[in-house]
């Protein structure tokens, strides 16, 4: 890949357990991000994928472990702390604002940057107007980087499936998030809308310096993009390293291929 | 001339933003706004007034306010009638408590109270949703009903169980005829229409909207729950509160608890379901509907009823309507869900492209 | 002492009768996810429909037989709230499945509006009697016990019986018939369900039936003990917070909850209610319900709900 200098650890989870009543959905799981670099987490049906995503950016709290970001130790996380400290996500199953346009969705991305009180607002004066014509002009940038203009008055329930992964994907970097959680963001795609959405992820990491972290299904991609994997099967882990190492795995090779224990 | 935006084009994203991009559609409600101001006052006679525009007007107000919560926040409330009799009663309560007090004033206090008590009512929605909201606001509604009726402080110990207000001047214009009413309520109405429609478009009906669609993406894109929905809470009640307010003091002049029972309620909500949910404009749909359609049943049943020989009474000509209200909330909920609005809107954009549309 | 014990057996008495209509929400909300507003209104058309037909049936036949008009009207008015049901589900729930809960709710609310007008076009808008033989003397009890006694009405004897009954029929028909396991193999998944041949328009029709039924039974209770008049369709709103107390999927919470908010109702009046101007005996029980709602929102007996991502 081109220029960009995988940093230090910028997430670092330590001992993540979390269960529902009796389901252990995580056990024991510690792994670390380093920044600026693509994170992929895989694993079969059921592994804990998405619940690790939603440990992280507060969804889910955890029964035992910590997050640590930047050094800060966050025992509480909750998604309103996440936002705040620069992660943004998308969702597994498209998770958009349908009664609002592509623009409006994009829009509430910017919300934590938007400052003016509610009756300026109400009375569209001052900060509010000029407020909302910035992040609109940020808002226009993401939108041509993800070559959505066609749409942008839309309502986004009448678009196809590939646009709205898309739009998914802007609403989350119109946080201008310091780490991406894309959630299977190729899941239910054709090869062409697979292409297009891995060159944005690439852009994206490479331009803005975003660290990713993703969770994917098609092997192909995640070996192609990802610099480190991270592998969990029944919500323990598994495997972790580059590519290569995961690849030659033989725990990995199991659960993948089923093979005798 | 042709309703078409051909070689309109728009060169900044400022003019983009603005609430009627489409230069006719801007003039048309210049028109109308203008229309209600200086002619309907000429040519309107004093039946029309207090049957019809006055009620049109307050309701419209308060329908603003219902649609906030449940058009644009998704929280359903079934207590709206007692937020308009908090804000009745705070603002009777103001005017006559505190000397000086200036109507104007009693009325916007009266809104505040209704805000207040609405935040407080609000704190279940962040536990629970959908039916045991409604439980919550209904709590309110019995809550309230019981208040006023019972508790003598809030009526000033009047021994009947109404109050009353004498004629109110706002800065000097005493507001007594029905002409003057009229004008009032339409000149409080398009300020607080605006305001919500700026809302709506800015960044506090963004969250609104989101928490309404899909309430999980929204905590993760920095949206704080407890935020959105209390301040939908407190928007929408302090719209009500005022509608209230002007319902008792402008409107009905003296008024007892049961002009904001649970009947009242339930009709601001069908105002909203009918006119349309998460649409300012059908706000004023849907208060027109419902207040058109029982005088319009009056004059036509009978009438009917005489092609027939028989006799239609008065409780018929009400079941009717209540058979009518119960019909097409279904109908609206299962074929429209947003109601008139929208048939209108898209009958708009039909017109765009006519007469050719392809 | 037997002040209290006359008025707790009274709040029991009407407890059970909120229990009825509770468990007609139940069901219909176990089987469909649709929160019933109209149950009600089903409550008032259908001791309207008692009542009008008692009275009409034997004019129509020249019959002298009170019982035989009871047995004929009741049986009338079955059918006639299975037409309901049918419509109901045929109009309208058919064409909102999937909705959100909050819509449904408000499509029930049309339909209670509805139900409303047309029941007091065809069968008019007086209080109606409905006379299907009920003691109306009350007796005295345990005078042995106390000094004086406590005085209570059979009427009520007889009605907690029927609601028992009624109740023990329902539980065997969910328990032991297959009708009834398939009701519950559609309450707790519909698309499972549907998956395995049970036809889910066909259970929701029979569903709402049963709940007509409830209705029915429960409209003749509090129509022979009132009158059949309109106030009848607002026991939906009086009945509204047991649920929400006994939890909105179970049966037992249903009738736990009645009894609970009938007796709470009755000693808040009684014992708190002059201090505070009386009347108080609605909103206390929507405050005991609000109260659960913030503390445990999933009732005495309902299930938690985990939110999935």
Redesign the interface.
Known sequence: MTGRKIGEVILDLKNISLSFGGVKALQDISFNVLEHEIRAIIGPNGAGKSSMLNVINGVYRPQEGEIILRGEHFANMNSYRAAKAGLARTFQNIALFKGMSVLDNIMTGRNLKMKANMLLQALWVGPAQREELEHRLKVEEIIDFLEIQHIRKTPVGRLPYGLQKRVDLARALAMEPQILLLDEPMAGMNVEEKQDMCRFILDVNDQFGTTVVLIEHDMGVVMDISDRVVVLDYGKKIGDGTPDEVRANPDVISAYLGASH | MFYRENGQFKTSYKSDQQIFPIPQDRWAIVAIVALAFFAVPMMVDEYLFRAILIPFLILSLAALGVNILVGYCGQITLGAGAFMAVGAYAAYNFLIRVSGMPALGAILLGGLTAAAVGIVFGIPSLRVRGLYLAVATLAAQFFWDWAFLRVKWFTNDASSGSVSVADISVFGWTIDSPSDKYLFCLGILVIFSLMAKNMVRGSIGRQWMAIRDMDVAATVIGIRPMYAKLTAFAVSSFYVGVAGALWGFVHLGSWEPAAFSIDRSFQLLFMVIIGGMGAIAGSFFGAAFIVILPIFLNQLLPVIGGWFGLEVSIALVSHVEIMIFGALIAFFLIVEPHGIARLWSTGREKLRLWPFPH | MSFFLETLIGGLMSGMLYSLVALGFVLIYKASGV?NFAQGAMVLFAALSMARFSEWIPQWLGMDNLFMANVLAFAVSVAVMFIVAWLIER??LR??VN?????L???T??????????G??IFG?DIYKIDVGMPKEPVMMLENVFEGGILINKEDFVAAFISAMLVLALTIFFQKTATGRALRAVADDHQAAQSIGIPLNRIWVIVWCVAGITALVAGVIWGSKLGAQFSLSTVA?RA??VV?LGG?TSVPGAIIGGLIIGVGEKLSEVYLGPY?????E??FA??L??MF??FR?QGLFGEKI??R?
């Open positions: 929160f109009l309208v064409h909102l909705q959100e809960g909050a819509t709710l408000m499509a609310l049309g339909i209670a509006y509805f139900l409303d007008g047309v007091q076009t808008s709103l509204l917070p929400i909105l505070v101007g009386g009347g108080i609605i909103w929507y405050m319900a609000l709602l913030l929102p985990i939110d991502v």
